[in-house]
C-alpha cells in the first residue's frame, strides 16, 4: 500500500484550551511524555506517513520546536503557527506539507491514538478518497429546540462520533478548504460540501479528546491498562 505515493500529517494543536483550567494540554504530561511528543512518536512510526506538520498556537510554536527537536523525528518536516479557528490552523497545514497525494489529518489533543488506527484510515479512504475514525453512539441522542423541549429521539442505530484521524486524497481536501464559507470543526463537512461520499471505520472509545482536566485523569488510567 502506497509504495508509489506519498502521505502526510498534519496534527492540529492550535487550539486555546479554554476548558482546561489553565493547563496546556499539549505540553501536558502523560506516562512521563508530553502529550504533544506522544502524538508525534506514533505518527513517526507510522511505516506509511511520509512526512508531517505539526501546528502549534503562535505562542507555543517555539517551545514545540524545541521539545520536538530533541526526539529524533525522521518525519518532521515543519511545526508552524495556527489560526484563530480550527479550519485555519488545517490550512496553515495544507500550505506547509511536502507534495503528497494523501493527507491524514489529526487533533493532537487525541493522545491514544495508535499506529494501526493510521493504517486503518488510509485503507478505508481507498473506496471514495475520504474517510473518518468514529465509534457508535451509546448514549440515546434526542433533538431539543431552543427552549430544551424534546422534539425527537434519533434512532441510535445510525448515529456515530466522529474521531481523527480523518484521512482524504490531497486534491480532495485541497478543494474542500479552497471552496469553504464559514466555520467548520470538522474536516470531513467540507468534503461532505462536494457531494463526495465520506467513508466511516472503526475509532477506539479509546481515542478521547482532551477538553478538561478530568481528561487528563482518565486518559492517563487508559494509558496505565494499555501498558499493564
Not at 500500500?1 to 499539549?26: L, N, Y
Request: with cysteine; charged share 25%.
Amino acid at each position: 500500500m502506497f509504495k508509489s505515493q506519498k502521505v502526510g500529517a498534519i496534527i492540529v494543536a492550535a487550539g486555546r484550551g479554554e476548558r482546561m483550567g489553565g493547563i496546556d494540554k499539549i505540553f501536558a504530561q502523560l506516562g512521563g511524555t508530553s502529550v504533544l511528543e506522544r502524538v508525534a512518536g506514533v505518527f513517526d512510526d507510522s511505516p506509511y506517513i511520509d512526512h508531517m506538520v505539526i501546528v502549534l498556537t503562535p505562542d507555543n510554536v517555539a517551545r514545540g520546536r524545541h521539545m520536538l527537536s530533541a526526539n529524533n523525528l525522521s518525519k518532521l518536516a515543519k511545526v508552524v503557527p495556527g489560526g484563530s479557528r480550527r479550519q485555519d490552523s488545517v490550512e496553515a497545514g495544507l500550505k506547509n506539507l511536502p507534495p503528497c497525494q494523501w493527507v491524514v489529518i489529526h487533533d493532537g489533543a487525541r493522545p491514544l491514538i495508535g499506529v494501526e488506527l493510521i493504517t486503518r484510515g488510509l485503507e478505508a479512504a481507498q473506496e471514495t478518497g475520504a474517510a473518518v475514525a468514529a465509534v457508535p453512539v451509546i448514549d440515546t441522542v434526542k433533538l431539543v429546540d431552543d427552549s430544551g423541549y424534546v422534539k425527537e429521539t434519533l434512532p441510535r442505530s445510525r448515529l456515530w462520533a466522529v474521531q481523527t484521524p480523518q484521512v482524504f486524497r490531497f486534491d480532495i481536501i485541497k478543494e474542500g478548504y479552497d471552496k469553504a464559507s464559514g466555520d467548520v470543526t470538522d474536516d470531513a463537512a467540507l468534503v461532505e460540501a462536494l457531494g463526495i461520499c465520506v467513508k466511516l471505520y472503526m475509532g477506539s472509545y479509546d481515542n478521547i479528546k482532551l477538553t478538561t482536566p478530568s481528561d487528563l485523569a482518565l486518559t492517563e488510567a487508559l494509558l496505565q491498562r494499555k501498558e499493564c
